[in-house]
């Protein structure tokens, strides 16, 4: 059974420092590996999608890096600001047992950036 | 481009009464549809998807039941709510091409309430 953590589980920085969000997951039988961002009382939101024979992935002040093998990938964004402040999921789909490609979520990283 | 819509975005409901909650998906045609359930402290999970008009597939046996009419209409439904059924219910769709490989997508979700 794929798992899937978050670490850590919150992180509190000043504004305009670079920082880096973790997550691993137990099974590499992986299509991708999906990171999202959640404002309180929100949806998802989208940030970078890796397949699974990519290395890293880039959007402006975000790059998000995968290590399949190891079972790791980071989420690193640079220069932070306060409107980053939100809850930050990754996911991962497997590959196997179902036509659709499982997500497995892990539970999050809630990162608080202030002035 | 395209766009999901979720309604209503809140919603408070006494134990015993129907439920019925509506996800429409605009600019695409044929997407994969999703139901996820987050609960405090337990992260997301996944109650129904969809890959077809009809074609509906249970991940969590439960007090609930999904619907697809039509191609980019996805509702959600109970007869009888129970106070477990309380959470914060998020629609999502993936698809185009090559599903396995494209990202998914999440509306602004609905609060439910059960008292």
């Known amino acids: 059974k794929q798992e899937v953590t978050q670490i850590p589980a919150a992180l509190s920085v000043p504004e305009g420092e670079n920082l880096v969000l973790n997550c691993s997951f137990t099974d590499s039988a992986i299509y991708n590996l999906q990171w999202f961002r959640q404002d309180p009382g929100k949806g998802l939101t989208s940030l970078l999608l890796i397949q699974s024979s990519q290395r890293e992935q880039t959007s402006g002040r975000l790059n998000a890096s995968l290590d399949k093998s190891s079972g790791r990938s980071t989420l690193y964004i640079a220069a932070s600001q306060p409107g980053d402040s939100a809850t930050y999921l990754c996911a991962v789909r497997q590959t196997g047992g179902t036509s659709y490609g499982k997500l497995t979520f892990g539970q999050g990283t809630i990162l608080t950036v202030h002035p | 481009s395209q766009t999901i819509h979720q309604w209503p975005a809140t919603l408070v409901q006494p134990v015993g009464s129907p439920l019925s909650l509506e996800c429409t998906v605009e600019g695409t045609s044929n997407p994969n549809l999703y139901w996820y359930r987050q609960a405090a402290g337990r992260g997301l999970q996944l109650l129904f998807y969809?890959?077809?008009?009809?074609?509906i597939s249970s991940e969590v046996p439960q007090n609930l039941s999904a619907s697809r009419p039509q191609d980019r209409q996805f509702i959600l439904s109970s007869k009888k709510l129970l106070l477990s059924d309380s959470g914060f219910y998020l629609c999502?769709?993936?698809?185009?091409?090559?599903?396995?490989?494209?990202?998914?997508?999440f509306g602004n979700g609905t609060r439910l309430t059960v008292t």
């Open positions: 999502a769709w993936g698809g185009g091409a090559t599903p396995l490989y494209s990202p998914l997508h």
């Open positions: 969809s890959v077809g008009i009809g074609q």
